[in-house]
């Protein structure tokens, strides 16, 4: 009834908007797993603006809604910005900097994106969702697990404050800065990436991360 859009169809925002409207009203269908205690910005209220915005990204595409390419924008700069406050409040509240934990979440965030990719010969990138995810877990992985090693954020538990997170940010920017605007990239990721990869993955890799590169920092700071 609803055709996907595709190179030789034309789009279909109908089938987008129907999509968003059917989750508006499955979302706010009574909540059983709710509790009272809950707050603004909680695990439970992120996870689910993230489910929204998944949804949103597989409808734009299925449906080939170019019309609602501004603010699908804004859904992948927003969850780009969940990951880095999400992150940054873990590590911050339990300064886990162990290797299990960056395997654990790196396998989470890949468990169903990786084999997909395999099975289809899809490049792991075009989901880029899930790329993004992993490359802004592990910048922030990198920048608090650093300022923690040179002991330069306070130790967890009663007294944190800003001025804590300090250097986590300050260190956090730089990389960042270093990556995506001094070069850092041309220097260690394009060469990497294109050998390994090939220059199409690259290519796409470097237009996927360039846009988004400061929206977990950003997170990072509000958590902060």
Same mark, same amino acid.
């Given at each position: 009834l ?6 030789t169809?034309?789009e ?7 999509a ?13 797993t709710r ?7 909680? +695990? ?10 998944q949804v ?5 595409h ?7 390419y501004?603010?699908? +924008? ?13 992150? !940054? +409040?873990?590590?911050?509240k ?6 299990a ?20 010969g899809?490049h792991?990138?075009?989901y880029y969702?899930v790329?993004?995810?992993?490359v802004?877990f ?5 920048a ?7 002991r330069r954020?306070?130790?967890c ?7 804590g ?17 001094f ?18 993955f ?15 920092f ?5 958590? !902060?």
């Open positions: 609803l055709p996907a859009g595709t190179l169809l034309s279909n925002p109908d089938l987008w908007v129907g968003m409207v059917l989750l508006l009203l499955v979302s706010y269908s009574p909540r059983l509790t009272s205690s809950e707050t603004f910005f909680s +695990r439970h209220q992120c996870n689910e603006w993230k489910g929204w915005m949103a990204f597989v409808a734009y299925y449906a080939n809604a170019q019309g609602v501004v603010p699908i +924008r804004w859904f992948v700069s927003a969850y780009v910005w969940l990951t880095g406050f999400g992150n !940054a +409040r873990y590590f911050w339990t300064a886990d900097f162990s290797g934990r960056f395997l654990k979440m790196v396998w989470r965030i890949n468990c169903f994106a990786a084999p997909l990719s395999l099975a289809t899809t792991w990138i075009a969702v790329a993004l995810h992993t802004h592990a910048l922030c992985f990198a608090f697990g650093l300022a923690s090693a040179c954020c306070l130790p538990g009663a007294g944190r404050d800003l001025l997170a300090l250097p986590a940010l300050a260190l956090y920017a730089a990389v960042a800065a270093a990556v995506w605007e070069g850092g990239y041309d220097l260690a990721l394009r060469p990497a990436l294109s050998s390994a990869f090939g220059a199409p690259e290519t796409y890799f470097w237009y996927r991360t360039r846009m988004d590169y400061l929206s977990s950003f997170g990072a700071v509000f958590a !902060a």
